[in-house]
């Protein structure tokens, strides 16, 4: 099966406490995504990366890390500076063909801080 | 920085009815894809319409595009019970490919 998986599908955490995001995909995707989501809103981009061992910032990555060691692989961390962290997490992929392409999502983390 | 607003927010019809969403947008952009998300899952790709594009279908669905006014619309049609969720516009500026999305419209189809 071809896909993007994400793990654990539910997180939770203590505040002061680092927590990281699993994401993995087999579809052979240069792209990867994630996407922070709050109840009833849309997404926001954290960080996305291009290519193995490359990455920026999206428009809220005040308070997250990623890594891109693998091409299947890309980490998110929620740090304890990340000031509101409950949400849902969203990773996808996507390849870099030239035009634009439609990214895969995962299920999502939903991640509560108590 | 969101990218799209999709209107409605909110959208109730009865199963056969057509249902009709709008997306508008602020910067130029390389194409504009539409998302379906059920509830506390992950988002599904619907379809994609380029920037030299006007008008698509597949299935159901139809989206057009007007440049002119930064604006895409989603139309389903003989709507089912199986499409409430909450479908989300996303515009593609090309550069790095990534993506801007919308708020979302959140359609219930009551059967």
């Known amino acids: 099966d071809g896909g993007i998986t994400q793990s654990p599908k539910y997180l939770f955490r203590k505040e002061g406490q680092n927590v990281t995001l699993s994401c993995e995909q087999n579809l052979n995707h240069d792209a990867m995504y994630w996407y922070r989501q709050d109840p009833g809103q849309g997404l926001r981009l954290i960080y996305y990366s291009q290519i193995v061992n490359d990455f920026q910032k999206g428009d809220i990555a005040e308070g997250y890390s990623v890594s891109r060691e693998k091409k299947e692989s890309f980490p998110l961390t929620v740090t304890s500076a990340q000031k509101n962290p409950t949400a849902f997490y969203l990773c996808?992929?996507?390849?870099?063909?030239?035009?634009?392409?439609?990214?895969?999502f995962g299920p999502g983390t939903r991640l509560t801080v108590l | 920085s969101q990218q799209g607003e999709e209107d409605p927010q909110a959208l109730s019809i009865q199963e056969g009815e057509n249902a009709t969403m709008n997306c508008s947008y602020k910067?130029?952009?390389?194409?504009l894809q539409w998302y379906r998300q059920n509830s506390g899952r992950g988002l599904v790709h619907l379809i994609l319409i380029r920037s030299n594009e006007r008008e698509k279908h597949s299935g159901r669905l139809r989206v057009t595009l007007d440049t002119s006014k930064k604006s895409s619309s989603l139309l389903i049609t003989a709507s089912r019970a199986a499409d409430t969720a909450s479908y989300f516009c996303a515009t593609d500026r090309g550069n790095n490919n990534d993506m801007r999305f919308g708020a979302g419209t959140r359609l219930t189809v009551k059967p």
């Open positions: 996808a992929s996507s390849s870099r063909l030239p035009g634009g392409n439609e990214q895969f």
């Open positions: 910067t130029s952009i390389n194409n």
